[in-house]
């Protein structure tokens, strides 16, 4: 059973602060995907990585796939309040089954 | 483009009484899922469907959900009856077959069992 874990689960820190949010697992995923969620809405798609090693830049959000595809991080610079939400990471199964495999989610909190 | 339609928003039933939810997903989409989304936790997928096929519904489960696609376009999902472990919110998200999987979520429907 493939399975990602998330950490930290929770964080909460001030406006400004810089943080990053790890997506760990044991198995190859052949893409991954980054979501945010806010109170009363479904999850919206932010990134989705494919190639071992890949960075993307989404404005102040840096997204890694590590070398072996087994690992995923969100790096936020200059956190806002805005950027408060459940992040969420999704890995695409070996072999693309159609299945999205879920972490548990990092919630978090940006105060002003 | 019109996002992933779902309804209704909230649902507050009694235990035991049936329940229905209903998703119309972006329009070309073949691939549609319900997902059952407990409070800070990450989606759990309960059934998917390519076109009006359910092709994975291992985590459903089927003593007292169903669900149908019948021409392949909009879903309803239903519990009956309903416990008290159901409250929870149950998500509709889509895809096109082109994509990695990227999926496309509706609003959810927020589902109380008192």
């Known amino acids: 059973t493939q399975l990602l874990e998330q950490s930290p689960q929770f964080l909460s820190i001030q406006e400004g602060e810089n943080l990053t949010v790890y997506c760990n697992s044991s198995?190859?995923?052949?893409?991954l995907q980054w979501y945010r969620q806010e109170p009363g809405e479904g999850p919206v798609l932010l990134v989705t990585v494919v190639t071992g090693g890949e960075v993307k830049k989404l404005k102040r959000l840096t997204f890694q796939f590590g070398d072996a595809r087994k690992d995923s991080s969100l790096h936020i610079t200059a956190a806002q309040p805005g950027d408060t939400g459940l992040y969420l990471c999704a890995g695409d199964g070996s072999g693309n089954t159609g299945k999205l495999i879920f972490g548990q989610g990092t919630t978090l909190q940006v105060k002003p | 483009e019109a996002g992933v339609v779902q309804s209704p928003r909230y649902k507050i039933i009694e235990k035991k009484q049936p329940v229905a939810f209903w998703c119309n997903p972006i329009?070309?989409?073949?691939?549609l899922y319900w997902y059952l989304q407990n409070l800070g936790q990450g989606p759990e997928l309960l059934i998917r469907?390519?076109?009006?096929?359910?092709?994975?519904d291992s985590q459903l489960p089927k003593d007292r959900f169903s669900a149908e696609r019948l021409k392949g376009v909009d879903s309803t999902l239903k519990i009956q009856p309903a416990e008290l472990g159901d409250s929870a919110v149950y998500l509709c998200?889509?895809?096109?077959?082109?994509?990695?999987?990227?999926?496309?979520f509706g609003p959810g429907t927020r589902l109380t069992v008192l």
């Open positions: 469907y390519e076109n009006e096929e359910a092709v994975d």
């Open positions: 998200a889509s895809s096109a077959s082109s994509s990695y999987n990227e999926q496309f």
């Open positions: 198995s190859v995923f052949s893409s």
């Open positions: 329009s070309g989409h073949n691939t």
